[in-house]
């Protein structure tokens, strides 16, 4: 079998950075959101690591929602087109809503995303992005919680993936070009 080193030039981000992270975050949510009642929402499928151990490092019980869209199909740029092929199970009225996403790019997915949420009735819509990327903004988000900024380049890993692969890597790393090219 190949290695998948052979495909990754660069780690950028360790589980181990990720997991602190998450600690630190938790942290400030559980602060913030202390009385209310507070809904996880995750974006299938990128959201999966992050949400289960973000959710995991919260003090107390939480309950979780997710949604299912997609824009980038299986290439590496964002089409900007964003269907939603899993809506939510929950009634968002006078939920206080976490939106939970590995990566913040051009920023399309999650303003569609968060207009999408708007007319749902929820008591509030914050965002929290395990990565974004401020020089591929193509829309600015307003997102309340971001673990690390990175530079623009084409990540995978923890969730993130290219064509479907390299989900389940631990670490967030840098795709070598010659696996798109
Ligand atoms: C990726 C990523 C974010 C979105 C970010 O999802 O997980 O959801 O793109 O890009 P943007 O800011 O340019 O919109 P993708 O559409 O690839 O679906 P996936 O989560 O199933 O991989
Ligand atoms: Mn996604
Ligand atoms: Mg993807």
Redesign the pocket.
Known sequence: AADVQDDLTQVLVTEEQILAKLDEVAARVAADYTGKELLLVG?L???VMVMADFSRALPTVVPMDWMAVSSYGAGTQSSGVVQIRKDLDTDLHDKHVLIV??IIDSGL?LSWLLKNFASRGAASVEVFALLRKPEAAKVQVDCKYVGFDIPNEFVVGYGLDYAERYRNLRDVAILAPHVYA
Do not use: I, L, P, R
Request: a negative charge; proline letters at 0%.
């Open positions: 974006v499928k990128g959201a996403e590995d997915t």
